[in-house]
């Protein structure tokens, strides 16, 4: 079964990211019910009072809530110049007018590959999710979609792909997070918070080495707690502050260095693809926004190489920072 499905036609594309809700709704009840009935069968004290309808009311409801929302709709109505939802496909949202909408784009995050509409007052925040979530780009379903779907809405959206505004590329003379260093464009760093955390892992480590009683090798607890862990948290905080990323216009390379730059790893401008905005989540709760640069392999053309070049805590920087990587590698970065 297809994750999304759609309609499309001259005025209006209907698209129905959890129809998929539906059929789970009526397996969940169909389970649930012959779960419930079982129960009440085989325990007399659930079939005193209002026990056993209350649970039967209950499994329904939620069986037909569930298949309510599947019916939800996403709609670009050509006629109001709009985008809005329905949810169950019968309550309207108020929507986004399309002179507001920035780009309509997959995004990777926690939970697989989502293709969501971002408004030019946040261009790289949650968005407004269009689809199902996807495994990744091997999913037939997610290509799919991006062919057959995604056009049709840039055109209605954005007009024909030949009468769309151009943007030109203009140098910028005035980098927030890039600084020349002997003709290079070296990424300026987060040193504070990674020097914090490397202190309060070596106190931590020093502590529960030094102080009698705070460790017990024979308790593997303590030992990951007290030993490992800040040991690990070091190793990470020091690569993080010995690694640096900077290009080399003359020379058209992108050069990663690593351990002070006893290792290093170079790539050609002509081996970027593009950068992959991560929106990062733990426990469903939003943890950062990292961007990563997808590189061709230097042997497998293949194949593609992903590097985590920044994280935000936000998303309003995340623009200014495409802007001037984009600027460096000699083209525009999208709007």
Known sequence: MKKTTWQIAADRIL?????????????????????????????????????????????????AL?????????????????????????????????????AIQDVLGTHGLVFRAFKKSDRHGKGITISSYYGSWKSKDANQFNEEVLPKVGEMIFGKTEERIVNTYVPISDFTFYEEKNNLFVMKQKRITLVAFLLLSLVWCY??????????????FQYWAFLLLPFILTLACLMGLLTNYAFDKHNKKIIR???????????????????????????????????????????????????????????????????????????????
């Open 66 to 102: 569930l298949y309510f929302m599947g019916g939800t709709t996403v709609v670009f109505d050509n006629t109001k110049k709009r985008m809005y939802k329905m949810i169950g496909g019968i309550i309207a949202t108020g929507g986004i007018p399309f002179d507001e909408i920035a």
């Open 207 to 220: 502590y529960a080495v030094k102080k009698e009683g705070t460790i017990s090798f024979d308790n593997a």
């Open 257 to 335: 260095s690593y351990i002070g730059g006893l290792y290093k790893k170079e790539s050609n401008y002509d081996d970027f693809v593009r950068f992959t905005i991560i929106r990062k989540t733990t426990n469903f709760i939003y943890s950062g926004t990292e961007v990563r640069m997808e590189l061709r392999h230097p042997t497998q053309k293949d194949k593609l190489m992903y590097v985590t070049m920044r994280r935000f805590s936000g998303t309003g920087k995340i623009q200014r920072f495409l802007e001037e990587t984009h600027n460096i590698l000699g083209n525009v970065a999208p709007q």
């Open 15 to 63: 698209l129905y990211p959890v129809r998929v809700y539906k059929p789970l709704a009526i397996g969940m009840a169909v389970l649930f019910l012959a779960l419930w009935y079982f129960m009440v069968m085989t325990a007399p004290e659930l079939q005193h009072g209002t026990t056993a309808i209350k649970g039967y009311i209950f499994i329904a409801f939620a069986s």
